[in-house]
């Protein structure tokens, strides 16, 4: 009996509750969804056009970036360059995440607030602090490809080294006891369980600083300003700014959301080990 | 007990570490005194930079803050971090009594502005401004802000909203209470936390933000700090390294804060 | 915490509702730095007018937000966007009557006179001066270092492809294109053949290699003692103001031809247009136009002046070479063309993100290592998947 009016009750309140998103999606959908619609709409205009209407139809702009072997060769490179940044944030990062997990949890608070505080900086501050380095101490660096990595890493370690401190500091340490009891020397504990047990926060650094490293536009244009390093971000952005050609960039937009959604989609298939560790619960 | 040693490798490798991390940021601080014009010689120590700075007419104007880049800048992620706060929060609420369905579909649609690349997310925005023949201003700024601070408050309310007891929140209603008190007297105090985190976040977000803006609003003559910054690249002016490290002291002042506050928490635990 | 941003809040908040517009207001749209703001300050106390300064960094962006609905009383764009905003009826016809204190008639620089006339006559003429009040005017030629570049080397156009000197291009299509296409040998920057343009994109693949640069407002700080570049690509404004700032630089238009252009005041449509003929007459009056042009070191519009500061004793005197600009029968001015600008937009993007693989050709291995990189990784996983789908079933 008490059951059916508790349930009647919370019906109301279901209602209300239900109500009290209706902004949220309102926005999500005209502010998120629409616009991608209307990117790949746009792609397949003309540029100039005003408005949606009246559709008109082309592959020109698709064609135009796949037949320019300049503008593909750019994609590619800033593929790369996202690779070399992600590796080189990997090799820093890792034993950094590692360390942090040894320490006292005072000093670890301390330390990752500071390996946290310049995230709260903002980025073109930071690019433009190291630029100031560089030029002062290292100039040869400028306009290579070792300084936009280097800018890259500089800007997106800490994206690498918080998931791997998360996912280390959550690995129960009898399961390394067990391994060393088990007969493991360190190195095979290292190789067979700590790595794998990290592997879904190494992954997710790994999308982190690869995602943002090859769609960025800021780096290149501090650390490479004779454009000898051209990156996919600066031809849209260019498009876009200098040129006005929105469908053109929506086209090139596209294919690089394409690229890097294969990217992704391996990256994500590689994670075989989400959810083994005993303290992790798999959350959606 | 394993007595931890000191690795001194370790620290050799965190020192590098850091001063990697936190050389230029020092540098900026260092040469915002510079009496030279220069960012790469040194002259004399002087405040002179930080005058030029407030009285700058483009970054503050006093009289008409609305062409003020810096009262613009601190305007716009305000109003958006209350609105995407506000939407945000109502939405994780919401959520928790919808069907698994709609809850799944929600959560992968936010995630989209989340983990799409910035300059993804700043094109399909144009697009649609344009198709809907907005002009780029502030306001379209302010409508990109909202767009990509919502999702991030849903992520950050959600959790917390999702652990917290319905039997409170029955009993509120048992008791008579209509909806909407239950709502602010009962549900959002208990999620109060993570309302201020998500709020936090909304406005670090929108107050740095740049990719989006630029491409929204920046082509305009309507800038952020972002902007000002990016457009007065090629032309170094020295008033802003004043302008760096003032914002750098402020967030020094906010992890310092931050940093005590966990400290007196983990004290009090222990 | 939640005090603090309480008080923030409330401390936007008043400032914001404290804004509000005193009196009447003048919207000038202008390049940045394109003005003496003394002369502004002047005008506002003697008219009592506020003005209000937008500025912006390419005339794409001004007719953009022109024809967003952005409003101004006025905008100095340049001649061919002047033309594209005629073309598409967002200004007004000028009213001569109303300007008192200049007579483009008589009092017209001569090269200047020779620019508006060559534009205003043919087929296409477009006569500037029907929507236009000149404001400042030049042309684009290489800025140099005397003291490193040796004279038999000034030949042209190709001295930018002279890898003894440290050279940097300007980086804007137009202004990349245009040296290009003189060099080449084209008829006409504004018509160019296929043969003529792919002519000028070769001329720039050869000559934007990893070891130059593309500048734009860098050239002020890189031009000043001790310059970073030998030779670079500028406007003779610009190069006014760096050769007074440093006595090493000289400056020389080619022979082959070069690009002549002209700014002015234009009224969109709406403009408060009392407000923007006083404006107008008070930048052209002697002294003004006088101190104008030696605040911002470009050609003024005005023959008198333009010709008091190239005598003796004046403050361009020893400068003729950039500020007196000679236009010779090569020189042209751009004109309204979008489809011929979108083309040399992509290729000008083509050109700079080839420029750092210096002339390899086709797709480097780096490239086709990627792609296949990439098919591979995403062919085989989504084949595992689907293997492993039909093992579950």
């Not at chain 3, 052209?284 to 104008?292: I, P, S």
């Amino acid at each position: 009996m008490q059951n059916i009016e508790i349930k009647a009750r919370s019906k109301p309140k279901k209602k209300f509750e239900f109500y009290l998103g209706i902004p949220y999606y309102a926005v999500l959908i005209t502010l998120v969804v629409i616009p991608i619609f209307l990117m790949i709409v746009s792609s397949f205009q003309f540029d100039n056009q005003s408005g949606i209407y009246p559709i008109s139809f082309t592959l020109n702009h698709y064609l135009d970036f796949l037949r320019a072997t300049s503008f593909v060769r750019a994609m590619t490179s800033s593929l790369w360059i996202a690779a070399a940044t992600t590796v080189v944030a990997l090799i820093i990062g890792y034993p950094l995440a590692y360390i942090l997990t040894r320490m006292k949890p005072k000093s670890q608070i301390t330390f990752l607030l500071l390996i946290n505080a310049p995230m709260w900086i903002n980025m073109l501050l930071r690019v433009r602090a190291l630029e100031q380095i560089i030029r002062m101490f290292f100039p040869f660096l400028i306009d290579s490809f070792a300084g936009v990595v280097l800018g890259l890493v500089y800007v997106y370690l800490p994206f690498m080294v918080l998931p791997i401190f998360a996912v280390l500091s959550k690995i129960d340490p009898n399961l390394l006891e067990s391994s060393a009891d088990l007969g493991a020397n360190k190195f095979k504990t290292i190789t067979k369980v700590v790595i794998p047990l990290s592997l879904s926060g190494v992954l997710s650094g790994i999308l982190m600083v690869f995602l943002p490293a090859a769609t960025t536009i800021i780096i290149p244009q501090y650390l490479a300003p004779s454009q000898n390093i051209y990156m996919i971000g600066t031809l849209i952005e260019k498009s876009v700014i200098n040129s006005g050609r929105i469908s053109y960039a929506s086209a090139v937009a596209i294919i690089l959301s394409l690229v890097i959604l294969g990217i992704v989609y391996y990256i994500k298939k590689l994670d075989k080990y989400k959810g083994v560790n005993s303290n992790e619960k798999e959350t959606h | 007990m394993k007595k931890r040693r000191t690795n001194p490798s370790q620290v050799i490798f965190l020192i590098l570490v850091f001063l990697f991390i936190y050389a230029p940021i020092i540098s900026i601080a260092v040469f915002s005194f510079n009496e030279a014009n220069s960012l790469t010689r040194w002259e004399g120590f002087t405040f002179d930079r930080y005058i030029e700075l407030f009285t700058d007419r483009e970054l503050f104007n006093y009289t008409n803050p609305r062409q003020s880049i810096v009262f613009m800048t601190l305007w716009i992620a305000l109003i958006s971090t209350l609105v995407s706060t506000v939407l945000g929060t109502l939405a994780a609420i919401a959520l928790t009594q919808s069907k698994k369905v709609i809850r799944d579909i929600t959560m992968t649609v936010n995630n989209i502005p989340i983990v799409s690349p910035e300059i993804i997310t700043a094109v399909s925005l144009l697009v649609l401004f344009g198709a809907l023949s907005i002009a780029p201003s502030y306001n379209t700024m302010l409508l990109a802000h909202i767009a990509f601070s919502t999702p991030y408050v849903l992520i950050t309310v959600y959790p917390k909203v999702k652990s917290l007891d319905p039997n409170i929140a029955d009993a509120a209603y048992d008791l008579g209470a209509s909806p909407l008190k239950a709502l602010f007297l009962v549900i959002l105090p208990q999620i109060k936390v993570a309302i201020i985190a998500g709020a936090a976040i909304a406005f670090t977000m929108s107050f740095d933000d740049f990719i989006i803006s630029y491409f929204v609003a920046g082509s305009s003559g309507d800038k952020n700090i972002s902007i000002y910054l990016y457009t007065n690249r090629l032309s170094p002016k020295p008033i802003i390294n004043a302008l760096s490290t003032i914002i750098l002291m402020i967030i020094g002042g906010k992890i310092t804060y931050d940093y005590f506050k966990t400290n007196k928490k983990t004290e009090e635990l222990e | 915490m939640k005090k603090l941003l309480g008080l923030v809040l409330i401390l936007v908040f008043a400032i914001l509702l404290a804004s509000c517009d005193q009196g009447p207001t003048l919207r000038l749209y202008n390049w940045g730095e394109y003005i003496d703001d003394d002369l502004v300050a002047t005008f506002e106390e003697e008219y009592g007018v506020r003005v209000k300064q937008i500025a912006f960094d390419s005339n794409e962006v001004a007719i953009t937000q022109i024809k967003a609905g952005n409003q101004y009383d006025l905008a100095i764009p340049s001649d061919y966007a002047i033309e594209q905003l005629a073309a598409e009826d967002l200004i007004l016809t000028i009213d001569w009557t109303k300007i008192m204190s200049f007579d483009p008639a008589t009092d017209l620089a001569d090269g200047l006179s020779l620019i508006l006339d060559e534009v205003a006559t043919g087929v296409n003429g477009f006569d500037l001066l029907d929507y236009a009040v000149p404001y400042f005017w030049g042309n684009v030629g290489l800025l140099y270092n005397k003291e490193v570049v040796a004279t038999e080397d000034l030949v042209g156009w190709d001295l930018l492809h002279n890898t003894d000197y440290k050279i940097a291009f300007y980086n804007s299509s137009r202004d990349a294109f245009m040296p290009a296409l003189k060099a080449t040998g084209a008829v006409s920057i504004n018509n160019p053949t296929t043969a003529e343009f792919n002519a000028a994109v070769s001329w720039l693949n050869t000559g934007l290699t990893s070891d130059t640069d593309v500048i734009t407002d860098e050239i002020f700080d890189a031009m000043l003692n001790p310059a970073r570049y030998d030779v670079v690509v500028a406007y003779s404004g610009d190069a006014n103001y760096l050769m007074s700032e440093n006595e090493d630089l000289g400056f020389f238009t080619p022979e082959e031809g070069s690009n002549v252009w002209v700014d002015g005041f234009v009224l969109p449509k709406d403009s408060n247009t009392d407000l923007a003929y006083d404006f107008i007459n008070f930048m052209l009056e002697y002294d003004h136009a006088l101190q104008n042009t030696e605040y911002v070191g470009y050609s003024t519009p005005r023959k008198d002046v333009f010709l008091d500061v190239l005598a003796s004793g004046g403050s361009f005197e020893d400068y003729s070479d950039s500020y007196d600009v000679r236009i010779n029968d090569n020189d042209e001015v751009y004109r309204y063309n979008s489809d011929l600008k979108e083309q040399m937009d992509t290729k000008w993007q083509e050109i700079l993100a080839n420029k750092g693989f210096d002339g390899e050709e086709g797709l480097g291995t780096g490239t086709i290592v990627a792609i296949i990189v990439i098919g591979v990784l995403v062919i085989s996983s989504a084949a595992f998947s689907i293997i492993k789908k039909r093992r579950s079933i």
